[in-house]
Structure formats: C-alpha cells, structure tokens
C-alpha cells in the first residue's frame, strides 16, 4: 500500500536511508551521506504534504517525494517542457533488504499515475552520476537525461537531470 506519510513515520524512514546509505557506500557510492537526507528534510515534506510511504503489514519499505517546487540547482536545466507544470521526485529510498523486489517501481508506477491524474505536463528528477543502476532504473521508465547539477555537501560528482513527458 502506498499512503501519505505522516510525523510518525519519519523515524522509520530515516532507519531506511541509513540502511541506504550503507549499502550504497558498501558499493562504492557516495550519493547521500551523514548530511543527506535528515529528519528536518523528512519533516518539511510530511509538512507539504508531498512525501510517501510503501508499506506492506504495517512496515514501511520505502517512501518517495513528489513535489511542485523546483530546486534552485534545476534552474540551468533545458527542460523538455516548461517550467510550469511539473512533478520532481526526490529521496525515492527502498529498505535494501527490500530492494529488487519491485517497490520502486510502484512508487515510481504511483508518482506517474498521479502526475497524469492531475495534468501535469512531466515529471523531473534527478540521480548520481556514480550509481548507475538507478540511471539504467530511470532510463528503462522513458526518462530523459538532459544534464548535470551538483550537490557539494553529498558529492564533488554530478547529479543527472532526467525528465519524462506525459
């Protein structure tokens, strides 16, 4: 089931992203680290209403952000379509134990549902350059990778732009 995440999910979800973070260091990935993403992060997207869970049995396995605002860092971009109507994904995490399991590819399915449902026009995100299946894990979806941005606090190697058109 995927739900609206709530204050009270938020412990849980960040044991995720710890698990995440490890497993992907393990893998030789520095995508997110002691920094990113925190509980004040978590909090301002339960706050928005625009972060959410997958949970089977009352556990939660994953979450991901959908949300309307357009990060700074995305502004140099050439976008596919204008700056207007769009959905950007943000912290898609799986419990690695989890993973291979095809829960991302629901929240991914749901975020899509959702993004047509409601008329937008496409929805942007953005991967690591160092983690190549989540770029194979998009790419394989129909989305497009436009260009680089960077994180310094996370990593000196770019992030990749990607956008799918609706």
């Known amino acids: 089931m995927i739900r609206k995440a709530t204050l009270l999910d938020i412990d849980p979800i960040l044991e995720i992203t710890k698990s995440c973070v490890k497993h992907m260091i393990a893998q030789g990935i520095q995508q997110w680290n002691e920094f990113y993403p925190n509980k004040q ?45 769009n959905i950007y994904i943000h912290r ?32 942007r995100l953005d991967t690591f350059s160092q983690n190549n299946r989540n770029q194979k894990f998009y790419e394989l979806r129909g989305y497009k990778k436009l260009g680089n941005i960077y994180f310094p606090k996370q990593s000196e190697h770019p992030f990749y732009c990607y956008e799918l058109v609706l």
Do not use: H
Not at 62 to 70: F, H, K, P, R, Y
Not at 99 to 123: H, P, R, V, W
């Open 41 to 85: 992060t978590f909090t301002n997207d339960v706050k928005r209403n625009q972060l959410y869970v997958i949970e089977k049995q009352n556990t939660i396995l994953g979450c991901i952000v959908m949300s309307t605002l357009m990060d700074y860092e995305y502004k140099p971009i050439a976008w596919l379509t204008p700056n207007n109507s």
């Open 92 to 123: 898609v995490a799986i419990n690695p134990d989890c993973q291979g399991k095809g829960y991302a590819q629901k929240l991914m399915a749901f975020a899509e549902q959702y993004a047509i449902d409601n008329d937008y026009a496409s929805i």
